[in-house]
């Protein structure tokens, strides 16, 4: 039988031929994903459209998009809801191609997701095909498109931008090109709080570069023929580049997240730490676990929903492996940074825990143990375990947009 590798580009092969066959298996996924929830929802009466654009998350972007900033919602038990919440990049996105084309802002939100997320597995496969190969990274984009809670991707949500900046600011730190990590990194961080663990993962890549040029300038007959040491690679390898490059992508990296967590506390006269009062207002904020471990606890006080506490311990105790297995296969600092700071900013934070799964679906670098192990059998078994995960997947995302909760 012919294999896998047989079935991809070879890798000398330009990275848009190399990733064609992720993106075709990729866009089937989300394309059983969106048949699966038209019918789904066209029997219990509802719109999948609407589902997709107009509800939860996805009204407060359309309402940035549309009104601007300063739209403020007060519950009855005190909570402010403000659209200062939402970070900035989708609903311009949204009002940009509102402004250009007949789409309604909901419309353009769909498209902005749609498009986003092609180019977030396109990036998702560059990351793991230069670390691992081009097997190893169709598996991983076929696995981020067949996720439990994949059906985000295909919704007017910022989780497929953010994925899409994320992963190619990473595949330009692993290549070399800090400037374009940079200014990649900071539009990230104008998509969702999470950015700062770009900013984080181009700060550490950075750092280590500069670490290794250091020791090698120091290594003793480093100079022994009058002449400069030769260039060292940058972080996991990457080609070498210019100090001040490096220094310019790192500069570059943090502007987006800051610049809008200090114009929130302009706007809202509170100072720097303004933003953290907006989350407030909806229960958000960093407790380092304690809300989800007594979420997680509060299942034991009876039997059915013990079950779903044990499932919930096995879900974290499973990140867990994942990330220590990354680490265990030297996986690049960068992705281990970034990975782990999604991670905790997901786990330990006391949002709606109903939101916790796609909080964690832009932490794309755990799926590569998994890829690779996947990538080993042959093509049909691969293909039948990859094709029965697309359709649980399709089936649970249409049962979960159809049920009470926000995703």
Known sequence: MTDLATRVAPPHAPLPRRAAPALLGYAAVRALGLVVLAVWSAARGKSAFTLLTARWDSLWYTRVAELGYGYVVRL???????????????????????????????????????????????????????????????????????????????????????????????????????????????????????????????????????????????????????????????????????????????????????????????????????????????????????????????KFTSFPSALAGLGLIAGVALLIWLYVTGVRARQPVELLVYTGVVLVLALCASSYFGSKPRLLMPAFPLLLPLARALARPRVPRSALLTAGLAVAAAVYGAFWLNGSGPP
């Open 76 to 298: 009855p038990n005190g909570d402010v809801h403000s659209n200062l919440a939402f970070f900035p990049l989708l609903p311009w996105l949204e009002r940009l191609l509102h402004a250009v084309t007949p789409l309604s802002y909901a419309g353009a939100g769909f498209v902005v997701s749609l498009v986003a997320s092609l180019a977030a597995a396109a990036g998702i496969f560059a990351v793991a095909d230069r670390v691992y190969g081009p097997r190893t990274a169709v598996c991983a984009v076929l696995l981020w498109a067949v996720l439990p809670v994949g059906i985000v991707q295909s919704m007017a949500y910022s989780e497929s931008l953010f994925t899409a900046l994320a992963a190619w600011s990473l595949y330009a730190v692993l290549t070399g090109r800090w400037v374009s990590a940079g200014a990649l990194a900071a539009l990230a961080g104008l998509t969702r709080p999470v950015g700062v663990a770009v900013v984080a993962a181009v700060w550490a890549a950075g750092v280590v570069s500069f670490g290794r040029e250091r020791g090698a300038q120091h290594t003793p007959g480093a100079h022994h023929d009058g002449h400069a040491p030769a260039p060292t690679p940058g972080a996991s390898g990457a080609p070498y580049a210019p100090g001040r490059r490096r220094a310019l992508g790192m500069l570059l990296a943090p502007l987006g997240a800051a610049g809008y967590v200090l114009w929130v506390g302009h706007r809202t006269g509170e100072g720097p730490l303004g933003y953290l009062d907006v989350q407030a207002g909806w229960r958000n904020g960093f407790d380092g676990g304690y809300a989800f471990a007594r979420f997680v606890a509060d």
